[in-house]
Structures are given as structure tokens and as C-alpha cells.
């Protein structure tokens, strides 16, 4: 049972254009939710996270939205770059020391010149 | 810095063979955490800890032991390696479970025939 879904396992995005991955989560008890991006033959690293008392996060270019009544979330990219293109992993936790971080299965974004 | 270090980047093994993969952090995380990724699945916990002496298991724990004797060092250890185990793995570590980002090492791949 998946608790975190990236239902779009690829995009392909003009350079320039706004880039929009989405997720969808089913656990109501998760409250923090993170992007890493990940370009092949190195480890994720962390892009942009967002906690569940807010709606929205901006940092640069990049910015996720969070609608919690239809347990959706987004990243939004603006403008794409070439080096954007990456695997994009959305995830999930609760708030609890002890609660796991849960990974959806990864968006790989193609940002076409 | 070093950051999270694994060691080996490749292996290859032998079905029933058993193997230790190494990770290390230098920045005195508590979280510290073992994913896979598979073609397809995204990257699933296998084994996580929250602080030395302290391990729990993630979605995909069976065929993996870990320990955490020390806040720096969470090894992985395969007692007899299956081809279903071939995979990339992944360590990460954090100051807490939730909300603070994960450092990721840059992964061993691993092939077991």
C-alpha cells in the first residue's frame, strides 16, 4: 500500500517554462513533506520542504504548495534549467522522533532546450 | 566535512554469501538510515535509528541486520544474500527523523548472482 504516490514517472518541460511535479499522500498523520532531487550515479540531496501548518514554501526558484484536505502536494519550478533535470522524490513523515520518512516512487523530469 | 560516506561503491556477490556495507557521517547526526532503490519503487527504508543503541525497522527490512554501536557508523549487513538483493543502496542521516533534510552517501550498487 503506498502511502506517497508521484502518479507521473516522467515530464518533459520546456527551458524556461514553470515545471509542476505532483504528489499525492494517503497517511493523514503525515505533517512534514520534502523534495530531493536526484541526478543518476549520486545520492538524493534535500531540495525543499514544508510543514503541515503551512500552505506554501518558497526558496528561489523553487516552491511546494501543500492542499492537506485533498492530501495533495506540489513542486513548482520556475523558470526550468537544463540542470533541472533530475529524478524528482517526493516524502513523508509524522512528527514524532521516531516516525519514518516514506518516499513516493520518483518523477524523472527531462527539461528540453 | 566529509559528509556520509559508504564504502564499497560496487560489489558483487554470490548467492548465500554475506557482506557488511559501511556508512559513516562526520556530522553528528542522531537519524541516521538504510534505503534500496529499484528500478520503478523509488527508495524504500529498510533499516532506520534514531540514536546509538537504537534501530528500528523500515518497509523492507528481511535479509538485513543493522546495529548502531556508535552516533557515526550504521552498517548494513546481508547474512545470505539473495538475487532479489541486488539493488542500490543507500545511507542518509539527519539531525532528527522528520522535517530537518537527509544527507544522502552516493550509494553502493550491488549485484548478487
Known amino acids: 500500500d503506498q502511502q506517497v504516490k508521484q502518479n507521473s514517472p516522467s515530464l518533459s518541460v520546456q527551458e524556461g517554462r514553470i515545471s509542476i511535479l505532483n504528489c499525492d499522500y494517503t497517511?493523514?498523520?503525515?505533517?512534514?513533506f520534502l523534495w530531493y532531487k536526484k541526478y543518476p550515479a549520486e545520492g538524493p540531496t534535500f531540495l525543499i520542504s514544508?510543514?503541515?501548518?503551512?500552505d506554501k514554501n518558497e526558496d528561489g526558484r523553487f516552491t511546494v504548495f501543500l492542499n492537506k484536505s485533498a492530501k495533495h502536494l506540489s513542486l513548482h519550478i520556475v523558470p526550468s534549467q537544463p540542470g533541472d533535470s533530475a529524478v524528482y522524490f517526493c516524502?513523508?513523515?509524522?512528527?514524532?522522533?521516531?516516525?519514518?520518512?516514506?518516499f513516493g516512487k520518483g518523477t524523472r523530469l527531462h527539461i528540453l532546450p | 566535512n566529509a559528509g556520509v560516506t559508504q564504502t564499497p561503491k560496487f560489489q558483487v556477490l554470490k548467492t548465500g554469501q554475506s557482506m557488511t556495507l559501511q556508512c559513516a557521517q562526520d556530522?553528528?547526526?542522531?537519524?541516521m538510515s538504510w534505503y534500496r532503490q529499484d528500478p520503478g519503487m523509488g527508495l524504500r527504508l529498510i533499516h532506520y535509528?534514531?540514536?546509538?543503541?537504537?534501530?528500528d525497522q523500515g518497509e523492507v527490512p528481511n535479509g538485513y541486520n543493522v546495529s548502531r554501536s556508535t552516533t557515526e557508523d550504521f552498517p548494513l549487513r546481508l547474512l545470505s544474500a539473495a538475487p532479489s538483493q541486488t539493488s542500490v543502496y543507500f545511507c542518509?542521516?539527519?539531525?532528527?527523523?522528520?522535517?530537518?533534510?537527509?544527507?544522502f552517501g552516493p550509494g553502493t550498487r550491488l549485484t548478487v548472482l
Open positions: 516524502a513523508a513523515s509524522g512528527m514524532n522522533r521516531d516516525d519514518k520518512i516514506i
Open positions: 497517511n493523514s498523520m503525515f505533517d512534514y
Open positions: 535509528s534514531v540514536g546509538a543503541g537504537i534501530t
Open positions: 556530522m553528528n547526526h542522531e537519524y
Open positions: 514544508i510543514s503541515s501548518i503551512k
Open positions: 542518509a542521516s539527519s539531525y532528527t527523523g522528520q522535517a530537518n533534510e537527509q544527507f
